[in-house]
Nanobody, 115 residues
Framework: QVQLVESGGGLVQPGGSLRLSCAAS????????MGWYRQAPGKQREFVAH???????KYADSVKGRFTISRDNAKNTVYLQMNSLKPEDTAVYYC?????????WGQGTQVTVSS
């Protein structure tokens, strides 16, 4: 069993910043990658960013230059630093973990960017 718990979501003004955290726990033997997806009302779930066990990162074009993903392997935790937030970043953000040939999902945390 693997559990992912997100935190750090909330309400922020346009141009502001938030830092999301995701801590993984349970029977984790290896982690291939951890990352983030998001889903806005009326839209499909979309990829945001991920970081592999080797430290390679990938970002969606919509967040490049504004978001930074990082990790703390000792704590099985991944972070998403979100700067210069825009209203279109408003969504439920889901943490993901890929490992052991499986993909796991957190319950999501709401991010709302509004004035």
């Amino acid at each position: 069993q693997v559990q992912l718990v997100e935190s750090g979501g909330g309400l922020v003004q346009p141009g502001g910043s938030l830092r999301l955290s995701c801590a993984a726990s349970g029977s984790i033997f290896s982690i291939t990658a951890m990352g983030w997806y998001r889903q806005a009302p009326g839209k499909q779930r979309e990829f945001v960013a991920h970081i592999t066990s080797g430290g390679s990162t990938k970002y969606a074009d919509s967040v490049k230059g504004r978001f930074t993903i990082s990790r703390d392997n000792a704590k099985n935790t991944v972070y998403l630093q979100m700067n210069s937030l825009k209203p279109e970043d408003t969504a439920v953000y889901y943490c993901t973990l890929a490992g052991g040939g499986k993909m796991y999902w957190g319950q999501g945390t709401q991010v709302t960017v509004s004035s």
